[in-house]
């Protein structure tokens, strides 16, 4: 999920500073597209790319700067690498403070796919992206609440490298959220957002999703979400199962209803992801992707290698 971060095994550098990362690399077959279709594709963010992040604390202060490489063309960007995090978070009891760039609340899923049991992502959508503001956060024990102030909501289109709009003056986003763990094995999240979007009246973001563990090595997580101009309504719907310490396996049920002139998708499939050693997994993937409104029915399956540090 986008509230947690990069789960890796962090290289402590000294007692102010540390630093974490991934690299990623992967084969897939995609057919269904008349680019793709039956060809070998390795390029895109949830298929290769590497991120190096430094980590700096001194007394109540964290910071925390990123940077991301990957394929621009196949990503949509004008730039192959960029600067992701960029930010100082300023905590004193539960209360945290935190000004800079980061990345929203919004969505059971991490931006960061290594974080999650597919490569791919599903069909849930939800606007939350890497942006300039502040935001507050009371961090209890079992119950988180914030809200955030940056300069754009709405994901940015046109190239930019995961960032906001860069301007204050009359389409400032604003995200809030509510994290309830008080429930042994149950985690319940219910975020919001709002952009005064040029050219719209406003574009409303809502996004509520539950986990439960029933056993340590079963749990189901359920999504719905919607973004104006985008969907009526997305969900998620996944169930992942540990069989062992090295191996576990997920299946995802997911769908959107678009909006205006935007087809409805149905997708499922199945993946596994083996860990060879602390730092080092492998990831497989099984996906089929139905749609109307004349877009094409997708089908893919691909098998990616993790190296976390």
Do not use: C
């Not at 974080?115 to 503001?133: D, K, M």
């Not at 998708?265 to 992801?273: D, L, N």
Request: aromatic letters at 14%.
């Amino acid at each position: 999920m986008a509230l947690a971060s990069i789960a890796s095994a962090e290289v402590k550098l000294d007692d102010y500073f540390s630093i974490d990362g991934y690299a990623t690399g992967a084969a897939t077959v995609t057919e269904g597209t008349a680019a793709n279709d039956k060809e070998l594709v390795d390029t895109g963010r949830v298929y290769d790319s590497f991120l190096f992040a430094l980590n700096g604390k001194y007394e109540n202060f964290t910071a925390r700067v990123s940077l991301l490489a990957l394929d621009g063309t196949n990503n949509g960007l004008t730039q192959d690498a960029g600067l992701l995090d960029a930010y100082v978070t300023y905590k004193v009891g539960e209360i945290a403070i935190t000004g800079g760039k980061y990345l929203g609340w919004l969505g059971y899923e991490s931006f960061h796919s290594v974080n999650n049991a597919f490569i791919s992502f599903s069909q849930a959508t939800y606007a939350s992206p890497y942006s300039t503001g502040a935001k507050v956060e009371y961090l209890g024990e079992t119950f988180s609440t914030g809200i955030s102030v940056r300069d754009s909501q709405i994901s940015t289109a046109g190239g930019t490298f995961f960032e906001g709009d860069g301007e204050f003056s009359d389409d400032v986003g604003y995200e809030a959220y509510v994290l309830y763990t008080g429930i042994k094995g149950l985690t319940l999240f219910a975020g919001a957002g709002y952009e005064d979007v040029n050219g719209f009246e406003g574009v409303y973001t809502w996004d509520v999703w539950a986990s439960y563990a029933f056993t340590d090595k079963l749990s189901v997580a359920a999504e719905v979400s919607t973004t104006e101009e985008v969907t009526q309504y997305s969900w998620l719907i996944q169930p992942s199962y540990a069989v062992s310490d090295k191996l576990s396996v997920a299946a995802r049920l997911t769908g959107s209803d678009g909006d205006n002139a935007a087809g409805d998708v149905i997708g499922y499939g199945a993946a596994s992801t083996y860990t060879l050693t602390k730092n080092f997994s492998v990831k497989g993937e099984i996906t089929k992707t139905d749609a109307t409104g004349g877009a094409p029915d997708v089908f893919s399956y691909a098998i990616q290698g993790i190296l976390k540090f």
